[in-house]
């Protein structure tokens, strides 16, 4: 692999992936066991890689068509542990700013890359620890609260390195923020070691990667930014006796009881619409005063009034 394609932030649209440098990969082998449900899928994200929001309308259609049969446990990647790293033309935040607005051109979700103009994080560790923290207090709020800080990073522009963003994510999320603070400064840090030192014997490679599990032998692998026929087909694979749960209410706001925010391509994936069909029903949505709508330079996202 070259070094151009090694900078995490760096994310290849071709491969749909945020590749890290390569590291030793370990030689031990790891069995992922299922609990609750048939399937279990071992997701490794990172709460600022823009690949990671381009599949959200892929995992939230395939959380409502196959929900039942799978539980996801999101493992975070440390995307970006410093700014030690200079390569593929960026060394610096600024240079990622016109790398994510590319991004989001490409997976037609919102993200603004101002935020690596006007208040650059230096790392990606301090959000994934927070994530460590809030899967103490509750695995649902977590993936809840992650959302939150990924809305704040990509349309907001915040700096979810910082204290106060992060606490005002898990005030929003439902989460008690004393408690994460907590955790955060002492069983976070362990957990967010241990989900490191897995990637590393499972051979992950860059985000987002799912790992899909009966919880015997059989292991597929998902690795990017995939069509969402490519996670359908590797669940089905696991579990042929997966019955799809169609969608299709009526009403045009059923979705939004599920999914507070949605952007257009989510609504236009989750509902097998195309995405000016999706620009169109959600605006009308809102002219009716059904909708709040956040618009940002690179798109919209809407959520229920």
Same mark, same amino acid.
């Given at each position: 692999?070259?070094?151009?394609?090694?900078?995490?932030?760096?994310?290849?649209?071709?491969?749909?992936?945020?590749?890290?440098?390569?590291?030793?990969?370990?030689?031990?082998?790891?069995?992922?066991?299922?609990?609750?449900?048939?399937?279990?899928?071992?997701?490794?994200?990172?709460?600022?890689?823009?690949?990671?929001?381009?599949?959200?309308?892929?995992?939230?259609?395939?959380?409502?068509?196959?929900?039942?049969?799978?539980?996801?446990?999101?493992?975070?990647?440390?995307?970006?542990?410093?700014?030690?790293?200079?390569?593929?033309?960026?060394?610096?935040?600024?240079?990622?700013?016109?790398?994510?607005?590319?991004?989001?051109?490409?997976?037609?979700?919102?993200?603004?890359?101002?935020?690596?103009?006007?208040?650059?994080?230096?790392?990606?560790?301090?959000?994934?620890?927070?994530?460590?923290? +809030?899967?103490?207090?509750?695995?649902?709020?977590?993936?809840?609260?992650?959302?939150?800080?990924?809305?704040?990073?990509?349309?907001?522009?915040?700096?979810?390195?910082?204290?106060?963003?992060?606490?005002?994510?898990?005030?929003?999320?439902?989460?008690?923020?004393?408690?994460?603070?907590?955790?955060?400064?002492?069983?976070?840090?362990?957990?967010?070691?241990?989900?490191?030192?897995?990637?590393?014997?499972?051979?992950?490679?860059?985000?987002?990667?799912?790992?899909?599990?009966?919880?015997?032998?059989?292991?597929?692998?998902?690795?990017?930014?995939?069509?969402?026929?490519?996670?359908?087909? +590797?669940?089905?694979?696991?579990?042929?006796?997966?019955?799809?749960?169609?969608?299709?209410?009526?009403?045009?706001?059923?979705?939004?009881?599920?999914?507070?925010?949605?952007?257009?391509?989510?609504?236009?994936?989750?509902?097998?619409?195309?995405?000016?069909?999706?620009?169109?029903?959600?605006?009308?949505?809102?002219?009716?005063?059904?909708?709040?709508?956040?618009?940002?330079?690179?798109?919209?996202?809407?959520?229920?009034?």
């Amino acid at each position: 692999m070259s070094e151009e394609k090694t900078n995490p932030l760096l994310c290849d649209s071709v491969s749909g992936m945020c590749e890290m440098p390569i590291s030793e990969k370990s030689n031990e082998t790891t069995n992922i066991s299922t609990e609750n449900k048939p399937i279990k899928i071992v997701y490794y994200t990172d709460p600022i890689c823009s690949s990671c929001w381009g599949i959200e309308p892929q995992l939230r259609k395939l959380k409502l068509e196959y929900g039942d049969y799978f539980e996801i446990d999101y493992r975070m990647g440390g995307l970006l542990p410093d700014w030690s790293y200079n390569s593929g033309g960026i060394s610096k935040p600024s240079d990622v700013a016109h790398h994510w607005d590319e991004a989001s051109l490409h997976y037609e979700m919102p993200i603004d890359g101002g935020v690596w103009l006007e208040d650059p994080l230096n790392s990606s560790y301090p959000s994934c620890i927070a994530m460590k923290a +809030a899967q103490i207090q509750s695995k649902h709020k977590a993936v809840y609260f992650m959302r939150i800080l990924r809305e704040k990073l990509y349309l907001d522009k915040k700096n979810i390195a910082k204290w106060d963003v992060i606490a005002e994510a898990a005030k929003n999320a439902g989460l008690d923020v004393q408690k994460l603070k907590t955790d955060y400064d002492g069983d976070a840090k362990i957990h967010f070691e241990e989900d490191l030192n897995l990637g590393k014997t499972l051979g992950v490679r860059g985000f987002p990667t799912l790992f899909f599990s009966d919880g015997n032998q059989s292991q597929l692998t998902v690795y990017g930014s995939k069509p969402y026929a490519s996670y359908e087909n +590797a669940l089905l694979a696991l579990f042929p006796e997966a019955k799809k749960k169609s969608f299709k209410n009526e009403n045009p706001l059923a979705i939004f009881d599920v999914f507070p925010t949605l952007a257009p391509k989510e609504y236009a994936v989750i509902l097998d619409k195309t995405y000016s069909d999706a620009q169109i029903i959600l605006e009308k949505l809102y002219q009716q005063g059904f909708l709040n709508k956040k618009t940002i330079k690179n798109g919209s996202l809407y959520s229920r009034k």
